[in-house]
Structures are given as structure tokens and as C-alpha cells.
């Protein structure tokens, strides 16, 4: 914890904050391990901690997927605005190289005409 709260390995943010709150509840569930120990005072307990443990690791591991569908989805929409976006230009600008092309070929077509019909 104190390595994660100190270096912040990775480089976005809500990397190093979901790394914090997996290794937080991982101590948790590990803390639940001492109940399943001869020291438990009842049987009835370690079964509760085992329940415990379990719905904590669901909880983390919902927690994960969920972040990382959020940002694989933001990802996602980012790189289709960036397509339509590419595309957009693409076209406008095939839209402004035929424009010129008309235009050129046309002036092109009126000095030939004047050329061939002086006067």
C-alpha cells in the first residue's frame, strides 16, 4: 500500500486509485483467512467470513470490469469520432481537388477557345 500511495505506478490516475482499493480490500480478504484458523471461536463464524470473503471478491472483481468497460467504451467513441472526423476531411477535401480540377479544366477550355476563335 505505502509503495502504491508513494511511486504511483502507473500513469493515469484512476489506475493508481483502483490499484489502492484492490490491494485495500485483497488485505481485507486476508484478514478473513485468520477466521478459517484453529483460533476461530465457532464454526459458525468462519462460515460467515467465508461469505464474507466471497462477496468481497465479487465486489472487487465487479469493480474492475466496470472501470475498465467505462474506459475500453471511452476509448471506443474517441476513436470513432476520430474516424468520422478523418473521413469528413477526406471527403472535403476530394470535394476541393475536383472543384479546382472543373475550374482549371474549364479556364483551360476558354483560352484554347480564344486562342482558336481570335477576335
Same mark, same amino acid.
Given at each position: 500500500?505505502?509503495?502504491? +500511495? ?40 468462519? *462460515?460467515?467470513? +467465508?461469505?464474507?470473503?466471497? %462477496? ?10 466496470? *472501470?475498465?468497460?467505462?474506459? +475500453? %467504451? ?46
Amino acid at each position: 500500500m505505502t509503495y502504491i +500511495g508513494t511511486t504511483h505506478p502507473h500513469t493515469e490516475r484512476i489506475f493508481n486509485v483502483l490499484e489502492a482499493v484492490n490491494e485495500s480490500l485483497l488485505i481485507v480478504v486476508g484478514y478473513h483467512l485468520f477466521l478459517f484458523t484453529p483460533f476461530s471461536p465457532s464454526n459458525e463464524i468462519s *462460515i460467515l467470513s +467465508g461469505w464474507s470473503s466471497l %462477496c468481497l471478491m465479487i465486489i472487487i472483481t465487479a469493480l474492475n470490469i466496470y *472501470i475498465m468497460m467505462k474506459l +475500453g %467504451c471511452a476509448k471506443l467513441y474517441r476513436k470513432f469520432k476520430m474516424y468520422k472526423y478523418k473521413h469528413a476531411v477526406k471527403k472535403a477535401l476530394k470535394e476541393k481537388e475536383a472543384n479546382m480540377r472543373a475550374q482549371f479544366e474549364l479556364e483551360e477550355k476558354e483560352k484554347r477557345e480564344g486562342i482558336a476563335n481570335p477576335g
